[in-house]
């Protein structure tokens, strides 16, 4: 404890307390630089086009068709489809 002499022992529990938080945001950068690089290897557009492949002619037109739907793209809100998996939401892609 190297200075600790030159310092009362409120201001050294301060600097550690200090020193910890850095660590700490050092180690959080880490973590999310890691989950970047990790979502930035995908590539969606392989999803996509597979999906839009099996896609079936009007697949999802009851949606896209509907006042909601339209209402909602003259918003700027967002959307969230719910379904359990492999129920076809992924093919919901476009419309036309």
Known sequence: MEGLSNLSLGDWA????QQIAEI????K??????????????DP?????L??????PDTGTWFLESDEFSQWLDSAGFIWLYGIRK????LVLRHG
């Open 24 to 27: 700490h945001a050092g180690q």
């Open 87 to 90: 129920c076809g939401l992924s």
């Open 29 to 42: 950068e880490t973590h999310k630089l890691h989950i970047l690089k990790w979502i930035s290897t995908t």
């Open 51 to 56: 999906a839009l492949k099996k896609r079936e």
């Open 14 to 17: 301060l600097r550690q307390q």
């Open 45 to 49: 557009s392989l999803s996509h086009n």
